[in-house]
């Protein structure tokens, strides 16, 4: 039961670099989500995708771009990292998007900009 | 703009005691989430609140809707300290996903 996959676990940047975040679900869902998680503040939503072909930002898009690659596969980028974007990132899958099922989440991929 | 408040953010308890975190939402949701999170840890769903009164029971933990009042809560009896996480509501009242809490970090000590 592999759920919602991540790549990569742990990741340091410098300051300026780039990289993408991958995220696989195998439960044929329709929404993806992209969150981030910052110690006192909970989870905010980066970007989401409510279907393939889609994708719409959330309450903290800027500097983060997104792909929804087909329907298993959402990825998460990073042009030019700032140490503002330390964070843990967790990629999350529901069904539907206003649907009653709740959204299944990876493990998270650690992420840290020196 | 979309709040979920919850409260408390920090709470140490003994095992054995009751306790009840609050979660307050702005939208006119019907639908309210809790989920779990361990230390370094991925968030684990507990339950789906889905109408107005719903209440559902996993072992110690039962949660509860009312949508009138926007306020769900999650009951705690009798605390072990396998219990011992961060609680997170989230309320999918707007368009885009959930919106979360800040989180409760639950400590119980023997």
């Known amino acids: 039961n592999a759920g919602v996959t991540q790549t990569p676990k742990f990741q340091v940047l410098k300051t300026g670099q780039s990289m993408t975040l991958q995220c696989a679900q195998d439960m044929n869902h329709n929404s993806m989500y992209w969150y981030r998680q910052d110690p006192g503040m909970g989870l905010r939503l980066i970007y989401y995708s409510a279907s393939e072909g889609t994708t719409d930002k959330g309450e903290v898009p800027n500097g983060y771009n997104v792909s929804r690659l087909n329907k298993r596969e959402f990825s998460l980028r990073l042009e030019s990292a700032a140490p503002s974007q330390t964070s843990v990132y967790f990629c999350?899958?529901?069904?539907?998007?206003?649907?009653?099922?709740?959204?299944?989440f990876g493990q998270g991929t650690r992420l840290t900009v020196v | 703009e979309l709040k979920v408040e919850q409260n408390p953010l920090f709470l140490s308890m003994q095992e054995g005691k009751n306790y009840t975190i609050y979660c307050n939402y702005s939208?006119?949701?019907?639908?309210l989430y809790w989920y779990r999170q361990d230390p370094g840890k991925s968030l684990e769903s507990l339950f789906v609140l889905l109408s107005n009164g719903a209440v559902k029971q996993e072992g110690r933990l039962m949660a509860s809707l009312d949508t009138k009042a926007r306020l769900s809560t999650l009951h705690i009896t009798a605390a072990v300290h396998d219990l011992s996480a961060t609680y997170f509501c989230?309320?999918?009242?707007?368009?885009?996903?959930?919106?979360f809490g800040k989180g409760t970090h639950l400590i119980i000590q023997p």
């Open positions: 989230a309320d999918r009242g707007g368009a885009d996903g959930l919106t």
């Open positions: 999350a899958s529901s069904g539907l998007l206003r649907g009653n099922t709740e959204a299944f």
């Open positions: 939208t006119t949701s019907d639908r």
